[in-house]
């Protein structure tokens, strides 16, 4: 699995100013996209302390934010306020270190860890306007601390923190929908032992010509669960909702969390994967986080029995391993991956 190389867009923009987009990132479908106005909804908001306290009605809203959009917001979680502004300032840190120096750090031949860019499956794709930092964080032993940073200084010992303590949230939310789903807690937690974590750091730089480009391409992740931090305070997260783009407006301090792929599989359709996508700002850089959580990379990935025992499978079943190596030689284009998944679709 290997993605391939590409420039790098904040060096592309440090040199040029950016006002030259090249014919690479050039996406005029981007704006001819409908985007929702500033009067409709916004997404669900969890409050992580009443689902530990009492979790009767939260845990009801948290169904219903599922069921319904995919996506929520989660406040008061337990992740302390000086790991979660450490992180921050680690993760800005690392992207206004030299070219040469950020360079250290670059993805291999043959790897999808480090710096540089995801999912470069031809040489005349559109890219994204972006550079990324991706890193596998959990089970420690899969950390390659060959791509991890040694600036700044404590860049690896605040991620260490954050990956553990983001994997605990993630755990209890998946026992939580578990419950909400009418299934015993361990069908999901004895999947996960030993389960994956990998985190990817964004940087969008702006761009005068932001309406022409795309910094993360439309798509739905392909793990269980998704937690994402806000670095910097300029917006651009965008889902997919009613056949528009329905921009996401960040709570302070709070994780965006979605559903992935792995998890519409798992609950054969009952929660399902949104597509999203991120725009970038005509004269601030964006900066974001995701932690991705998924089972067991020796497990298998399938429709639940326990879902299935009164309905139709709607998704085939396949190892772990072979499932990501299908995702990461894919091209983002909305939910089209998924759809390979689907039992009417032959992957051969």
């Not at 360079?103 to 040489?123: C, I, N």
């Not at 993360?216 to 937690?227: N, Q």
Request: aromatic share 10%.
């Amino acid at each position: 699995m290997e993605s391939l190389p590409v420039p790098s867009v904040q060096a592309m923009v440090a040199a040029t100013g950016g006002a030259d987009v090249p014919p690479r990132y050039l996406r005029p479908e981007a704006a001819a996209d409908a985007v929702a106005g500033d009067g409709e909804d916004q997404i669900p908001i969890i409050d992580y302390q009443r689902l530990l306290l009492d979790p009767g009605e939260e845990s009801a809203l948290l169904h219903r934010a599922c069921q319904d959009w995919g996506f929520f917001q989660l406040i008061n979680h337990n992740v302390p306020d000086d790991v979660v502004e450490g992180l921050k300032a680690n993760i800005q840190g690392f992207f206004q270190l030299p070219a040469e120096r950020k360079k250290q750090f670059a993805q291999e031949r043959g790897q999808l860890e480090g710096y540089g860019q995801l999912f470069v499956v031809s040489e005349d794709q559109k890219l994204d306007w972006a550079d990324i930092l991706y890193l596998n964080t959990q089970p420690p032993e899969d950390r390659n601390m060959r791509f991890w940073p040694d600036q700044p200084a404590n860049f690896r010992s605040t991620l260490d923190k954050f990956s553990t303590a983001a994997k605990d949230i993630a755990d209890f939310l998946l026992a939580t929908m578990a419950k909400n789903l009418g299934l015993e807690p361990e069908v999901l937690a004895d999947k996960c032992i030993g389960g994956i974590q990998s985190v990817r750091m964004n940087y969008y730089p702006p761009c005068a010509q932001a309406d022409k480009v795309v910094g993360f391409s439309p798509h739905s992740d392909a793990d269980l669960l998704t937690l994402v931090l806000q670095v910097n305070h300029v917006q651009g997260l965008q889902i997919k909702r009613n056949g528009s783009w329905f921009p996401v407006k960040p709570v302070e301090g709070a994780f965006i969390v979605n559903i992935g792929d792995i998890f519409e599989i798992f609950t054969n359709g009952r929660y399902r994967s949104i597509e999203h996508r991120a725009v970038v700002d005509t004269e601030k850089e964006r900066l974001s986080v995701a932690a991705f959580h998924s089972p067991n990379i020796h497990g298998m990935i399938g429709p639940l029995k326990e879902i299935v025992v009164c309905e139709d499978e709607a998704y085939q079943t396949l190892d772990h391993e072979n499932f990501m190596k299908l995702f990461f030689t894919s091209k983002l284009e909305g939910k089209s991956f998924l759809e390979r998944m689907k039992l009417n679709f032959d992957i051969e």
